[in-house]
Structure formats: structure tokens, C-alpha cells
């Protein structure tokens, strides 16, 4: 059964930094592309990051390039998100999900229950 | 990365159809056939109910189906049960400078 587990979620003050982690489990991680989606409170889902499985290519929406940053370590299957310069504006629910990337044709299969981020003074 | 367009809510009767339209440019959902669509029940994590159009992943229902034409990708429902009532988005490659969009979300409601 694959599972996705996010952590790393919290508040945190305009300008501060978060890393969220994603664990996976129940199936091959080095061979899928993973995604971070974000939900805002007015419900939108933005695409933020993705990487392939093999961390040679990564994507960024033009809302967070130069501040997040997206990496994998294999071999604890977990996925990452290096949040830096957080606005008010990045406030949201952020999944994991499974997926992303050419090799899945862009879709997610799977997806975390989500972790909170909340940018606020 | 703008995103996709799609009407805020939709409705039908239980057994009815109803369809979904998702608008998109050449650039996105016109230029490529990586148009998939998400089920969304509040509080849960989202599921993949179509990929590459018209794809359905394995263990979703035949109810289900997708199709495009030019620039909007359309998801039907069929049957419409009450379990189906949810938030739906669809979502599309958009390029390499783009990456990929989602759409605002439709959220449908069995009557």
C-alpha cells in the first residue's frame, strides 16, 4: 500500500524558514518523480516543485523559484521542501504527492494527507 | 502559470450525468495530452480519477471518463451517486517555463 507522509508543517513568522519532509513507503521511490502541491485557504491547488526520480530535473512555479528549494534522499525514501523567505502568500495546506514529472505524464497517483503551513506575525 | 478555468460548482440528480469543462490555452491543455482530474473530499487526500485525457487509473469506476477538445478537457460523471460529491480539479502540462497549472475547481453537488 503506498503511503505518503508529510511533517513539517507549522507556523512561522514572514521571512522564516520551514522544511517539510514527506516519507514514503509501499512502493519503488527512486524510480518515481515526486510533486509538492499546495491548497490554499480559498481552496486552490497550485503545482509548487517537482523532481524526477533520479533528482536530475526539477520544476518550480514562478511564485516560489529562488526561495524554495526541492531534493530527495533515496535511500530513507523521503522527499523534501526547503522553504526560505516565506510571505504571507504561501499560507496553505502542502501535500506530497506520487508523481509528476514526464515519466508519470504529469499526473499523481497518490497523494499525502497534508501538512499546514501558516506564514503570520 | 495561470490556472485553468473551470465552472465553480455543477449539479444532478442521483443516476443523471453531468460534465465538467476545464479551459485552457494552446500552451496547456491544447498543446499536450496531460490533461488528468482530481476527486477531492474535504479532509482527505485528493485522488487521481483520469490521466492522459481519457485514462482511467485502476480501481476508478467507468462513470468516469474524460475527453478534450482544442482547448478544454471535459470530465464527465455518469450515474451520478452520492458518494461522488466533492471538489473537483483538473490539471494539465503547461511547458517548461510553465510547468503545469491546476484548475479553480468545480465543486459538485448530488441533489
Known amino acids: 500500500e503506498v503511503q505518503l507522509l508529510e511533517s513539517g508543517g507549522g507556523l512561522v513568522q514572514p521571512g522564516g524558514s520551514l522544511r517539510l519532509s514527506c516519507a514514503a513507503s509501499g512502493f519503488t521511490f527512486t524510480t518515481y518523480g515526486m510533486t509538492w502541491v499546495r491548497q490554499f485557504p480559498g481552496k486552490g491547488l497550485e503545482w509548487v516543485s517537482a523532481m524526477t526520480g533520479n533528482a536530475a530535473s526539477t520544476w518550480y512555479a514562478d511564485s516560489v523559484k529562488g526561495r524554495f528549494t526541492i531534493s530527495r534522499d533515496n535511500s530513507k525514501n523521503t522527499l523534501y521542501l526547503q522553504m526560505n523567505s516565506l510571505r504571507a502568500a504561501d499560507t496553505a495546506v502542502y501535500y506530497c504527492a506520487k508523481g509528476g514529472g514526464f515519466s508519470s505524464s504529469w499526473a499523481l497517483d497518490y497523494w499525502g494527507q497534508g501538512t499546514l503551513v501558516t506564514v503570520s506575525s | 502559470q495561470s490556472a485553468l478555468t473551470q465552472p465553480p460548482s455543477a449539479s444532478g440528480s442521483p443516476g443523471q450525468s453531468v460534465t465538467i469543462s476545464c479551459t485552457g490555452t494552446?500552451?496547456?491543455?491544447?498543446?499536450?495530452?496531460?490533461v488528468s482530474w482530481y476527486q477531492h473530499h474535504p479532509g482527505k487526500a485528493p485522488k487521481l480519477m483520469i490521466y492522459?485525457?481519457?485514462k482511467r487509473p485502476s480501481g476508478v469506476p467507468d462513470r468516469f471518463s474524460g475527453s478534450k477538445s482544442g482547448n478544454t478537457a471535459s470530465l464527465t460523471v455518469s450515474g451520478l451517486q452520492a458518494d461522488d460529491e466533492a471538489d473537483y480539479y483538473c490539471?494539465?502540462?503547461?511547458?517548461?517555463?510553465?510547468?503545469?497549472?491546476f484548475g479553480g475547481g468545480t465543486k459538485l453537488t448530488v441533489l
Open positions: 490539471s494539465s502540462y503547461a511547458g517548461s517555463n510553465n510547468f503545469a497549472v
Open positions: 492522459e485525457v481519457s
Open positions: 494552446s500552451s496547456d491543455v491544447g498543446g499536450f495530452n496531460y
